[in-house]
C-alpha cells in the first residue's frame, strides 16, 4: 500500500521539476541595452526619411508598432554587426540605397550568436531596416546568417522570447521574415513611394521564420497578404 503511494506521487515529483526547468528557462530571458548613436542628426534624417519616403510629416521620429521583422545580418560577429548601424549616416558602401536617404540602417534589437539580446534604440523610435514598412516595424536582427555562421537555436529561443515580450506590450499584427516584405505591397501599411526601390531579401531563412511560427500560433498573428 504504502510502496504504491510512493510510486504514485513520483510523477507528480517529475511533474513540478519539469514545470520549474520550464518557468526558469522562460523566464530567465532579459533584454541588455547597448544604444547605438541617435543624435540630432539621426533624428533629423529619421525625421526626412518619414516624410520623402512615406509622406508622413511628424514632429518626433516616432512610431506605433504594429509589425515585427525578423532579419539576420549576414555578418559573423557582434561587434562588426553594431558597427553597421552604430552611425547615423550611411557608409559610402551601400550605394545600392544611398539615393532614397542618407540615413544609416537600424534595428530595435540584435541578437547575439548565443542568444543574447540587445536593445539597439528606443522601441518605439523608427528605424531603417524594411523598405515600405519602417513606419510601423520594429526589426530583429540576428547576428550571422553567412555559411559558416547560421543561425543558432539560442538566437530561435530568444527570438520567440522576444515576439512574446512585444506583443504583451504593442498590439502586433504581423511578424514576418524580411524576405516576405514585398508581399505588403499595396497593403494599407505599405508606404513607400517610389516603385523602382526594392532590395531582394532571403533573411532569417523560411526554415527560421517557420520555427518562430509554430512556437508563437498562440498569438494569432495575421497572417501575411499574398503576393499581388
Ligand atoms: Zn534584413
Not at 544609416?104 to 536593445?119: E, K, M, P
Request: with cysteine.
Amino acid at each position: 500500500m504504502h510502496q504504491k503511494a510512493r510510486n504514485k506521487s513520483l510523477p507528480f515529483y517529475i511533474l513540478i521539476s519539469f514545470l520549474t526547468i520550464v518557468y526558469s528557462c522562460s523566464s530567465s530571458k532579459k533584454i541588455v541595452d547597448k544604444a547605438i548613436m541617435f543624435n540630432d542628426e539621426r533624428e533629423k534624417l529619421t525625421l526626412e526619411y518619414l516624410s520623402d519616403r512615406y509622406g508622413l510629416e511628424q514632429a518626433e521620429p516616432t512610431i506605433i508598432p504594429r509589425m515585427i521583422v525578423l532579419h539576420w545580418t549576414a555578418i559573423p560577429t557582434f561587434e562588426g554587426s553594431f558597427d553597421a548601424f552604430e552611425r547615423p549616416k550611411l557608409p559610402v558602401w551601400r550605394p545600392d540605397i544611398k539615393n532614397m536617404s542618407p540615413l544609416n540602417v537600424s534595428s530595435h534589437f540584435l541578437i547575439d550568436q548565443d542568444g543574447t539580446i540587445y536593445r539597439l534604440m528606443p522601441e518605439t523610435m523608427m528605424g531603417r531596416h524594411v523598405i515600405g514598412l519602417n513606419h510601423c516595424a520594429i526589426g530583429v536582427e540576428n547576428v550571422g546568417g553567412t555559411e559558416d555562421t547560421p543561425l543558432t537555436e539560442e538566437q530561435l529561443k530568444s527570438n520567440i522570447w522576444l515576439v512574446k515580450y512585444l506583443a504583451k506590450k504593442y498590439d502586433i499584427e504581423y511578424v514576418i521574415g524580411h524576405y516576405e516584405y514585398t508581399n505588403f505591397e499595396g497593403h494599407e501599411l505599405w508606404l513607400e513611394k517610389d516603385d523602382g526601390y526594392r532590395t531582394k531579401k532571403t533573411d532569417p531563412g523560411e526554415k527560421f521564420m517557420g520555427d518562430v511560427r509554430k512556437a508563437t500560433k498562440n498569438l494569432n498573428f495575421k497572417q501575411v497578404p499574398l503576393k499581388q
